[in-house]
């Protein structure tokens, strides 16, 4: 079957920094996708990333390592505005996307 | 990025009613279409892939006769929950995908309280 793992919640403080992590097995890879979820909100697009390697973009990075079917997203001096879900999402070798069930990001003043 | 707009971003119906979402793709051509469902505190949940002038195929579990969906053009697809009752009530979210893209745009999403 095809899974995606990422914690349910994670707790960090403002102006920290926190790692979210993702881990996949699936039916073929064609790219992994991070998007930012605020409650009763449609995601929103962050990350794709298609070849190993970090990118970088602004306060958030995201990393992949297909060999290890294993993906994180690098948020750096959080904000109170970050608290939002984050969904990691795999697309198969039937470009379907597969989703992670989500990382409540509960951000601390 | 592409625009996707979908409504109503929210609507409440009585038991028994059906409900009509659209979802529109508004600079480019949706060559695919998804439907999601997301319950609260949960993750997306695909219920059924349209491609412009074919059916929709819908996931394990999703009654077609109850949600239907129609992608009768490239910048359209709807979805009608038919016979709508409370357990129906869920956030409905629709993204697009233009023909060889790889990324889906999605919609706003549409709130629906069935009471």
Known sequence: ?????????????????????????????????????HAGEAPTFLSYNVLDGLEEKGRFSSFLS???????????ELQMKDSASYLCAVVDSNYQLIWGAGTKLIIKP | GAVVSQ??????????????????????????????????????????????????TYEQGVEKDK??????????????????????SSFYICSARGKGDTEAFFGQGTRLTVV
């Open chain 1, 1 to 37: 079957g095809q899974n995606i793992d990422q914690p349910t919640e994670m707790t960090a403080t403002e102006g920290a920094i926190v790692q979210i992590n993702c881990t996949y097995q699936t039916s073929g890879f064609n790219g992994l996708f991070w998007y930012q979820q």
């Open chain 1, 66 to 76: 297909r060999s290890k079917g294993y993906s994180y997203l690098l948020l750096k």
């Open chain 2, 7 to 56: 409504h109503p971003s929210r609507v409440i119906c009585k038991s028994g009613t059906s409900v009509k979402i659209e979802c529109r793709s508004l600079d480019f051509q949706a060559t695919t279409m998804f439907w999601y469902r997301q319950f609260p505190k949960q993750s997306l949940m695909l219920m059924a892939t349209s491609n412009e002038g074919s059916k929709a």
């Open chain 2, 67 to 88: 949600f239907l969906i129609n992608h009768a053009s490239l910048t359209l697809s709807t979805l009608t929950v038919t016979s709508a009752h409370p357990e129906d």
